[in-house]
């Protein structure tokens, strides 16, 4: 995959409620209806708890979506590893001195190349992504989605999930098409310009920088990966949601999904647009 940068946001956009106004949130009215939109952030800190405005939000909701229920949660795991491990080693496809220089980089961060030398490039990146993430201090149980799924236990609520973990793996799959020797070069440099800089993308995220996050993934991806992991999946999700759309409707409807699934042109937030939907900025940098 062509943006690194893009696989530590997608990982950072996949406890207790803060004091603290920190995340990305929007309201989208359609007539009477009322819809929440979240851009979670999927691995966080201390600075990461939601907020009380996302709380009002969730609390107000009659129906709530996840990118995938907990019951698609606990089976993504053994997907991911059924699906990115292959048979060949990765240092036995590329020049020894590269597959050095991929060891030297990665003890940096106390990870051993070698238990990742029998994944498929797009893994190996995702499980690398994952533990600098963790060496820096964040943690998936603070992330948004185990808050949310907190509140929603506390209240009796279940999520409804807009895709399943197989077909979010086979996102994850057809947006890698690089050779392995691209793949480690890239991920080289990227290591050398200090792309895996964790606290400035969740800085972004604190700050409701939605602009920043898809500035960032735009040009960290070219137009196949953006199509397979971002685009193909918003027109899918939004392909269930629009029939919902009712003017006439006073319900609220709460939806989080990551953070780099709400910009951009085919982003939720300009999907939803096209439908007559009125978009109110709630997020942590909002001036209303």
């Given at each position: 995959?062509?943006?690194?940068?893009?696989?530590?946001?997608?990982?950072?956009?996949?406890?207790a409620v803060g004091t603290s106004s920190a995340e990305i949130l929007y309201r989208a009215q359609?007539?009477?209806?009322?819809?929440?939109?979240?851009?979670?952030?999927?691995?966080?800190?201390?600075?990461?708890?939601?907020?009380?405005?996302?709380?009002?939000?969730?609390?107000?909701?009659?129906?709530?979506?996840?990118?995938?229920?907990?019951?698609?949660?606990?089976?993504?795991?053994?997907?991911?590893?059924?699906?990115?491990?292959?048979?060949?080693?990765?240092?036995?496809?590329?020049?020894?001195?590269?597959?050095?220089?991929?060891?030297?980089?990665?003890?940096?961060?106390?990870?051993?190349?070698?238990?990742?030398?029998?994944?498929?490039?797009?893994?190996?990146?995702?499980?690398?992504?994952?533990?600098?993430?963790?060496?820096?201090?964040?943690?998936?149980?603070?992330?948004?989605?185990?808050?949310?799924?907190?509140?929603?236990?506390?209240?009796?609520?279940?999520?409804?999930?807009?895709?399943?973990?197989?077909?979010?793996?086979?996102?994850?799959?057809?947006g890698a098409v690089e050779s392995d020797t691209e793949f480690l070069t890239r991920l080289l440099?990227?290591?050398?310009?200090?792309?895996?800089?964790?606290?400035?993308?969740?800085?972004?995220?604190?700050?409701?920088?939605?602009?920043?996050?898809?500035?960032?993934?735009?040009?960290?991806?070219?137009?196949?990966?953006?199509?397979?992991?971002?685009?193909?999946?918003?027109?899918?999700?939004?392909?269930?949601?629009?029939?919902?759309?009712?003017?006439?409707?006073?319900?609220?409807?709460?939806?989080?999904?990551?953070?780099?699934?709400?910009?951009?042109?085919?982003?939720?937030?300009?999907?939803?647009?096209?439908?007559?939907?009125?978009?109110?900025?709630?997020?942590?940098?909002?001036?209303?």
């Amino acid at each position: 995959m062509k943006g690194f940068r893009f696989l530590l946001a997608v990982v950072l956009f996949v406890g207790a409620v803060g004091t603290s106004s920190a995340e990305i949130l929007y309201r989208a009215q359609y007539g009477e209806q009322t819809w929440w939109l979240l851009g979670t952030i999927h691995v966080g800190g201390e600075d990461t708890k939601l907020s009380s405005q996302a709380r009002n939000a969730f609390s107000e909701s009659e129906r709530f979506w996840l990118e995938l229920t907990p019951a698609e949660l606990e089976k993504a795991g053994p997907l991911l590893f059924q699906h990115g491990f292959r048979n060949e080693k990765m240092s036995a496809s590329v020049e020894p001195a590269l597959w050095k220089q991929t060891e030297a980089a990665l003890a940096e961060f106390e990870i051993a190349a070698a238990m990742l030398d029998n994944m498929k490039p797009w893994l190996f990146e995702l499980m690398v992504t994952v533990q600098i993430a963790m060496a820096q201090g964040f943690d998936a149980e603070q992330g948004s989605e185990m808050q949310l799924l907190k509140w929603a236990e506390e209240s009796g609520i279940e999520f409804e999930g807009l895709e399943t973990a197989e077909e979010q793996i086979a996102s994850l799959r057809s947006g890698a098409v690089e050779s392995d020797t691209e793949f480690l070069t890239r991920l080289l440099d990227q290591i050398d310009q200090g792309a895996l800089d964790t606290d400035n993308l969740a800085g972004m995220w604190i700050q409701g920088d939605l602009d920043g996050l898809t500035a960032l993934i735009l040009e960290s991806m070219n137009e196949e990966q953006l199509d397979a992991l971002l685009w193909r999946r918003n027109n899918a999700w939004m392909a269930q949601l629009k029939p919902l759309l009712n003017s006439d409707d006073s319900n609220s409807y709460f939806i989080a999904v990551g953070a780099g699934h709400l910009g951009a042109d085919q982003g939720l937030l300009q999907l939803l647009t096209a439908e007559g939907v009125e978009i109110t900025n709630y997020s942590s940098n909002a001036q209303r």
